[in-house]
């Protein structure tokens, strides 16, 4: 029996691996595989027989402390996540060797990652390896934070406390008790890299893609490690997550970075690090008798929609499950470029290798004029455009609110930077088996990978806000400030659901469509032939009838509180002050306001009491502020 494990999860070339070794024969040797199309020998490193010790297994909480080897990591070796491999060698020279060919092992194997020696130099996507989730869900030793779980008081904050200092987290050690085998995919074991991981990396180098890789904790530790990027993927399961995790994906994001979640269950629990970031720690339930509890879930504390777009919606453990399927809308959406599909089709529906679940995340939604909007509940950005809807029925669990369903869709942040959400775990297995998944995928990496650039509009704007009425002609233009060489650059717009009026570089003349319908507009930013920057921007014009709603209530706004927003207030208290406000300054102003809300509430009138029209009353369940219903988090 052999097992080990790295000292630190990722090293850059030139740099040294340290591994910790525990082995029952005489001596070993260590062999070194990266993850491509296939598992790849990486030569560089002498693999001669090294003395060997037997130890135990350790605390769950403490690091282990096995013997230590080091390596010197060659420095031609390209960023990648890469296998260590433990051959025992008896005292007759016999080799005992692990299969090869595969990542997955319970003993004899350990997961670390070569960073870039040059980051972003070769390449702007960067790929975030679920380290802490491999570990949360680690049972070697008796040790993960579900059936086996270890109290530390004496950490602050307190919790369920696991080692990242023993072997597991990925491969090479157990999974924890009671979790079941993935009826699609049994070959490899749920919270492995070879089962979340090694299918989209084998699919990523087999399409020609380069991409950089790191662990959650250069994330955690190291705030600049985005900046040489462009993209940043998160893939799989990607459950467990430090405040300085989120905080660094925000700042990434409001920057104008990009962020693809091929993921689901993104995000739920939190964790501290402790130990010189060598354990962690987790209060996912009280434990009998503690004094100082603060669960750690993001939800209750800072729901992770604002950074992710969506929330836990709902599993399938155990066994086959429904297969449910994404149900396109607005299917001429850049994203769905290349499939041949069409509003109501549905994506992933197939019984052999399901896209949504094992676990899968929503955005709360309610249909308006028959298209799915995010209601922005829990903090869901309010550009986050639902592009598909799976609804979940019975033989899930844990489903969220009142109208359980998994969400794919993206929002854009302030700067321009587009934040895609996937949202199901299984993305990554079904993305080499499913040829419309593959083709967004490759809609996806091909755009994200670019620099982001701020789409502005629709312009011009109208009470001090980028809205457009049904068929409006609007316009938008890409934020040039601060690039020297736009003078130099090409404008490529794209418009879907629209029609594309008119383009002169920057700028871009839009026609709405006559109804209420979702409009994307993208940009690609080319220097000669180099695609070097893409935005999108995606809006939902007002029918008409809800344009000169919005109109009304805008002027009345405006009547009643001539130059001073805190008019209002103080008039439903104090009548009179109303009255003393009125000068010869604003009463031109009331004037325009009252033409303007003659003509359109005339536009209303007619349009209420035409034949067929039907008066939507306000949902009796929402409150004034707008908000819905809430339901209990599981």
């Given amino acids: 029996m052999i097992q080990g494990y790295p000292r630190k999860p990722s090293v850059v070339p030139g740099?040294?691996?340290?591994?910790?070794?525990?082995?029952?024969?005489?001596?070993?040797?260590?062999?070194?595989?990266?993850?491509?199309?296939?598992?790849?020998?990486?030569?560089?490193?002498?693999?001669?027989?090294?003395?060997?010790?037997?130890?135990?297994?350790?605390?769950?909480?403490?690091?282990?402390?096995?013997?230590?080897?080091?390596?010197?990591?060659?420095?031609?070796?390209?960023?990648?996540?890469?296998?260590?491999?433990?051959?025992?060698?008896?005292?007759?020279?016999?080799?005992?060797?692990?299969?090869?060919?595969?990542?997955?092992?319970?003993?004899?194997?350990?997961l670390f990652v070569v960073r870039s020696a040059n980051p972003g130099a070769d390449t702007k996507i960067l790929y975030k390896l679920s380290w802490a989730t491999f570990h949360a869900y680690n049972g070697t030793g008796y040790g993960s934070l579900y059936a086996e779980t270890v109290w530390s008081g004496r950490d602050r904050p307190p919790g369920f406390k696991v080692t990242t200092r023993?072997?597991?987290?990925?491969t090479g050690g157990v999974i924890m008790m009671g979790d079941p085998p993935d009826y699609y995919a049994p070959e490899s074991r749920r919270q492995t890299f070879e089962h979340w991981d090694a299918p989209f990396v084998r699919w990523l180098e087999s399409r020609g893609y380069r991409v950089d890789y790191c662990t959650d904790l250069?994330?955690?530790?190291?705030?600049?490690?985005?900046?040489?990027?462009?993209?940043?993927?998160?893939?799989?399961?990607?459950?467990?997550?430090?405040?300085?995790?989120?905080?660094?994906?925000?700042?990434?994001?409001?920057?104008?970075?990009?962020?693809?979640?091929?993921?689901?269950?993104?995000?739920?629990?939190?964790?501290?690090f402790t130990d010189d970031a060598t354990a962690f720690t987790c209060a996912k339930a009280e434990p009998d008798g503690s004094a100082q509890w603060t669960q750690d879930v993001w939800a209750t504390s800072d729901p992770e929609n604002r950074t992710t777009g969506v929330e836990f919606a709902g599993?399938?453990?155990?066994?086959?499950r429904d297969p449910v399927g994404y149900t396109v809308q607005h299917a001429d959406h850049w994203v769905y470029r290349g499939t041949g599909l069409s509003d109501g089709d549905i994506v992933g529906a197939d019984a052999q290798f399901p896209l949504v679940g094992y676990e899968c995340d929503g955005a709360h939604y309610l249909r308006k004029n028959g298209w799915a909007q995010a209601t922005g509940r829990h903090g869901t950005p309010p550009t986050f455009f639902v592009l598909g809807v799976a609804e979940l029925g019975p033989g899930w669990q844990f489903t969220l609110g009142d109208r359980p369903?998994?969400?794919?869709?993206?929002?854009?942040?302030?700067?321009?930077?587009?934040?895609?959400?996937?949202?199901?775990?299984?993305w990554p297995i079904v993305v080499g088996r499913n040829k419309t998944v593959e083709q967004i995928t490759v809609n996806l990496l091909d755009r994200l990978r670019l620099r982001s650039a701020r789409v502005v509009g629709p312009l011009p704007a109208r009470f001090g806000r980028a809205v457009a009425a049904a068929g409006d002609v609007t316009s938008f233009h890409v934020d040039a400030a601060g690039r020297v060489e736009k003078e130099r650059l090409q404008y490529q717009w794209e418009v879907a659901g629209g029609h594309l009026l008119a383009s002169a570089g920057a700028r871009a003349d839009v026609r709405m469509p006559d109804g209420a319908r979702p409009v994307t507009v993208s940009v690609t930013m080319l220097e000669g032939s180099e695609p070097i920057a893409f935005g999108s921007h995606t809006v939902m014009p007002l029918s008409q009838e809800a344009w000169l709603r919005f109109e009304i209530s805008h002027l009345l706004h405006e009547m009643i509180t001539p130059g001073d927003p805190e008019t209002a207030r103080m008039a439903l208290l104090h009548p009179e002050v109303l009255g003393e406000r009125l000068t010869s300054v604003n009463l031109p102003l009331i004037q325009d306001r009252c033409v303007r809300?003659?003509?359109?509430?005339?536009?209303?009138?007619?349009?209420?009491?035409?034949?067929?029209?039907?008066?939507?009353?306000?949902?009796?369940?929402?409150?004034?502020?707008?908000?819905?219903?809430?339901?209990?988090?599981?």
């Fill in 15 to 110: 740099g040294r691996l340290t591994l910790h070794v525990s082995t029952s024969k005489p001596h070993f040797r260590v062999e070194f595989y990266r993850q491509g199309r296939r598992l790849v020998r990486m030569d560089g490193i002498p693999s001669g027989p090294v003395r060997g010790y037997n130890y135990p297994p350790g605390p769950t909480d403490q690091d282990w402390g096995w013997p230590a080897y080091d390596f010197e990591i060659p420095a031609n070796w390209p960023s990648g996540a890469y296998i260590a491999m433990f051959i025992e060698v008896d005292a007759d020279g016999t080799e005992t060797a692990p299969d090869r060919s595969t990542s997955d092992g319970v003993s004899a194997k350990a």
């Fill in 166 to 170: 023993r072997p597991g987290g990925g």
């Fill in 218 to 272: 250069d994330l955690h530790a190291d705030a600049g490690l985005l900046k040489p990027y462009n993209l940043l993927l998160s893939v799989g399961h990607d459950e467990y997550w430090s405040a300085e995790m989120r905080a660094a994906v925000d700042a990434f994001v409001a920057a104008g970075g990009n962020m693809a979640y091929f993921s689901g269950n993104i995000a739920f629990f939190r964790i501290h």
């Fill in 315 to 320: 599993g399938w453990f155990d066994g086959k």
């Fill in 405 to 426: 369903a998994a969400t794919m869709g993206l929002y854009t942040s302030p700067q321009g930077g587009i934040v895609f959400q996937g949202a199901t775990t299984d």
């Fill in 597 to 634: 809300l003659q003509r359109a509430a005339a536009e209303l009138l007619k349009i209420c009491t035409s034949e067929g029209h039907r008066t939507v009353l306000p949902d009796p369940r929402r409150t004034w502020m707008g908000g819905a219903p809430d339901a209990r988090r599981p």
